[in-house]
């Protein structure tokens, strides 16, 4: 899931839950394209790979992400900037509240995405109050 913050959603794929999020994350970020603004980009742990980062430089972003504690050579990172990346979780967290998303009562992918589309929908009319 691209969020921009704890709003709104840029993109998103539905994946297997035994893939690793950093291969997804590579899709959704060459889905995207290449951006021509100074746009920070806050990942977790999970996307620190050396491919994942590079992609998204190439793509214009300024990456903010720590290293693992097992990196042998660890990078300086924007502490601040990372700070940001709460919204991006209180995103996902609200939309956690929606039980049918969160535990994932759909056996069909085509049923869980209209839902989950249906949760956006919802809670973008609640910010036009």
Do not use: Q
Request: glycine share 6%.
């Amino acid at each position: 899931m691209g969020a921009a913050d704890d709003r709104i959603a840029i993109e998103f794929s539905l994946s297997g839950g035994e893939g690793a999020d950093c291969v997804e994350g590579r899709k959704l970020l060459l889905k995207i394209g290449p951006i021509t603004t100074h746009i920070y980009l806050n990942m977790d742990k999970a996307y620190e790979d050396d491919k994942t980062r590079e992609i998204a430089r190439v793509l214009g972003y300024t990456v903010v992400v720590p290293p693992k504690s097992n990196r042998v050579e660890p990078w300086e990172y924007d502490k601040e900037e990372y700070k940001y990346r709460n919204e991006v979780e209180r995103f996902f967290r609200r939309y956690k509240e929606y039980r049918r998303i969160c535990t994932r009562y759909d056996k069909l992918d085509i049923m869980f995405l209209n839902y989950f589309i249906f949760a956006l929908i919802v809670e973008l009319l609640k910010l036009a109050r």
